[in-house]
């Protein structure tokens, strides 16, 4: 068991207050990770200065040349894949193999963002003046405050720290507390890398105390937040006198959509993955199945026959295919569900309980779990769960799934399963989500387009990179006109 410490300044620090919580495995609740620091107001304030005191050397040395650091810590973090991949299973539950994809997601990041060193294109244009030219030219905002879930614990923080380093920014890193350990490695890597001291900030802690103080920290030029919508909207209310700039990646309740022409064999494989895959545990995982009224009941059979073979355990062990749930609160949380579906008189079709048996008695584990015949309006099909909870609901159309699937205040990710190739074409277009699948599971986003929801989802930052990515939050825009002319030039004005 290991003792970490706060990354401050290029150095590894122990907490002022001298506290410490601890990161525990969540399929054995017994085996304690990590004690991490319980970081307060005092250790925000170091981590800010150090990040405010890096900056100017920071954002004058050449993109490219910061593009070097990123380009030595994808190499590192494929060289530790293996052992990083265990990290994300041991400290967070996943099964491996999503350890190692999670670790993947970061690596690809890390080169897609150093490539981004030799692009961060401006514009230039031709000026309606003579002897003037127009561009505009991309610089940092200065620090950056990043908050980051445990659902993700490599990925989401490389999201955010390569493209906010790109930029030229310095940060400040606050990782869940339940999982602290990824995020040290994470930053180990990059200070292996060779980032200069103070670029990256490393302050654990809880939410209330280390990621607010953070978050409205005076030096804090801009925020960028992953998780809860409640907790985003707490953000949002507390930054809005601050004038900063927040982007938000938020919670879903996506759907997946079975049209009566489906390959079912095909949709089962994409809900079993969406819906219990990460057990759950997705911003994009797909918690609605809406399925054409002439297959919904072949359909749910195979769903439900599916579902209950799936084999819980720890996701280190090899046949596991669904792990833990991350903490005793989730796991309340998701069975509390359980009742609230019961009780708004949905079926329960298989699950619904706490999977107790033998070794599983350890973790918070959760029998993969089934309702049918849901009503959009019932509380299960309208709120996140987070959890290995998928409700399936009937439609008699095409137009009527389409509205049953935009029927939320999410709009994370949605996906349709059709072998007309006319309707996926239309749902394309009537899908109200951030991401559209077609004959795919609505999670497995790859790094190099956009990332980020519609609606109470995201705040319209989406992360990650194609055009409108992460770049376009991390810099901003600076216009610079040039008048080489030798004489007053009035635009809009002396035009002859
Ligand atoms: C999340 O659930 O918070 O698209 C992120 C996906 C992953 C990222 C999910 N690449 O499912």
Redo the contacts with the bound molecule.
């Keep these: 068991m290991e003792i970490l410490h706060n990354f401050i300044g290029g150095q590894w620090l122990p907490p002022g207050s001298g506290d410490y919580g601890e990161s525990v495995n969540p399929a054995r609740s017994t085996e304690v990770v990590a004690r991490y620091p319980l970081s307060d107001r005092n250790d925000v304030n170091r981590a800010v200065a150090a990040a405010a005191e890096s900056f100017p050397r920071w954002r004058r040395m050449p993109a490219p040349r910061r593009a070097e650091v990123l380009f030595r810590a994808a190499e590192i973090l494929s060289r530790k894949k293996p052992e990083l991949g265990r990290l994300v299973t041991l400290e967070m539950g996943k099964v491996l193999a999503e350890g190692l994809g999670d670790v993947q ?1 970061a690596i690809d990041m890390a080169y897609f963002m150093a490539g981004e060193g030799r692009r961060l294109i401006g514009e230039t244009v031709p000026c309606e003046l003579p002897d003037k030219d127009g561009k505009s030219i991309r610089v940092p905002h200065g620090v950056a405050a990043l908050i980051t ?1 445990w ?2 614990p490599v ?2 923080p490389s999201w955010k720290v390569f493209a906010a380093l790109i930029c030229g920014n310095t940060a400040v890193l606050k990782p869940s507390s339940d999982s602290p350990r990824c995020a040290v490695e994470f930053v180990r890597i990059l200070e292996a890398a060779g980032l200069p001291p103070g670029v990256l900030n490393l302050v654990m802690g809880r939410g209330e105390l280390a990621g607010d103080a953070l978050a409205v920290h005076p030096n804090v030029a801009l925020v960028s937040f ?1 998780g809860s919508c409640a907790v985003g909207g707490e953000l949002e209310a507390k930054l809005a006198p601050l004038h900063r700039p927040l982007a938000q ?1 938020m919670g879903g309740k996506n759907a997946i959509l079975i049209m009566e022409d489906a390959d079912l064999e095909l949709a089962l494989h994409g809900v079993l993955w969406g819906g219990f895959g990460t057990t759950g545990q ?4 797909a918690s609605r199945v809406i399925v054409h009224e002439a297959v919904h009941d072949r359909f749910l059979q195979m769903l439900v026959k599916a579902a209950r073979a799936l084999r819980l355990g720890d996701g280190l062990q090899s046949d596991t295919q669904v792990g833990p749930l991350i903490n005793q609160r989730a796991l309340n949380k998701a069975l509390n569900y359980v009742r609230i579906g019961q009780e708004e008189g949905a079926k329960l079709q298989c699950g619904g309980g706490r999977a107790g048996g033998g070794e599983l008695a350890l973790g918070n584990f959760m029998e993969p779990t089934v309702f049918s015949e849901v009503k959009p309006s019932m509380r299960i099909a309208q709120e996140e769960i987070f959890g290995p909870l998928v409700a399936v609901m009937r439609c008699s159309s095409f137009e009527a799934g389409v509205d049953m699937v935009n029927s939320t205040r999410y709009g994370l ?1 949605s996906a349709i399963y059709t072998r007309d190739v006319n309707r996926a074409a239309r749902a394309e277009q009537e899908l109200e989500s951030g ?1 559209v699948y077609v004959n795919a599971s609505t ?3 790859e790094i190099q387009l956009p ?1 980020g929801g519609f609606r109470y989802s995201g705040s319209g930052h989406p992360e990650a990179g194609g055009r409108m990515g992460a770049i376009d939050f991390f810099s901003r825009i600076k216009v610079v006109y040039r008048d080489f002319s030798g004489r007053l030039q009035r635009a809009q004005i002396d035009i002859e």
Excluded: H, K, M, Q
């Design positions: 997601e879930p659902n993700f990925a989401i992953t990646e997705r911003c994009t995982a990710s991401l999670i497995g986003a990332f």
